[in-house]
């Protein structure tokens, strides 16, 4: 089985920010540095979106943090899903889920 990380909720991907430097740390990745305004604080060299939802250190940081994990539009969760199965993630506002990848035409 190989696992993977979805958001459960709407809102989409995310994390958190005790999240991220944990990631970071995890991977052996230099801390990200902060941009802060007055509203949101944003990481100036790191994308959350870009990482690989099976990347075992997003998982490690899931299940070490827990709820904390998530950001304030998140609830992520890891899935089991099996070796052999080709999947796509869909989303509808931010709603994950995974599907089996098949041939699509339009």
Excluded at 19 to 35: D, N, Q, R, T, V
Excluded at 63 to 79: D, E
Aim: proline residues 3%.
């Amino acid at each position: 089985m190989k696992q993977v990380v979805i958001n459960n909720c709407y809102g989409g991907f995310g994390l958190s920010k005790e999240a991220i430097l944990m990631y970071c740390e995890h991977k052996g990745l230099s801390e990200p540095k902060i941009w802060n305004s007055k509203v949101f604080g944003f990481f100036e060299d790191f994308n959350e979106y870009k990482i690989d939802r099976e990347d075992p250190s997003l998982i490690y940081v899931i299940r070490t943090l827990g709820n904390k994990v998530n950001n304030s539009c998140s609830n992520l969760i890891i899935l089991d899903i099996p070796d052999d199965v080709e999947y796509i993630i869909c989303e509808n506002v931010g709603k994950e889920w995974v599907a089996e990848k098949h041939r699509t035409w339009s």
